[in-house]
């Protein structure tokens, strides 16, 4: 992984206006996070609807947050389905930032 910064380079007002699609708007519609020690990991309901979402999210993010690695796992027998998101030393913070931006657990 290269030595990208840990930051977003959308503007403020770029980032408000697409908030819902982006890495905060996607996991504030999750129903458990923990933290890693390199990132953080939400759970979803298994629905297409948040596979399609998560997809979305992550072609958007890839582009504003360059530093990001994106892992989905769908579980058997319709299991619920995770996204972990893990990056470079700093990430985590990053990441906890935007939990408590969206006020979700951790």
Do not use: K
């Amino acid at each position: 992984m290269s030595n990208r910064p840990i930051a977003c380079t959308l503007d403020p007002a770029a980032l408000a206006s697409r908030r819902d699609t982006l890495l905060p708007g996607v996991i504030a519609r999750a129903y458990s996070a923990e933290l890693l020690p390199e990132g953080a990991r939400w759970r979803f309901q298994p629905s297409s609807d948040h596979m399609l979402g998560l997809a979305t999210m992550i072609d958007a993010e890839r582009r504003c947050c360059p530093f990001l690695r994106f892992e989905i796992v769908a579980e058997a027998d319709n299991g619920p389905v995770w996204l972990e998101v893990t990056g470079p030393v700093g990430t985590r913070a990053f990441l906890e930032r935007l939990q408590v931006a969206t006020n979700r657990p951790r």
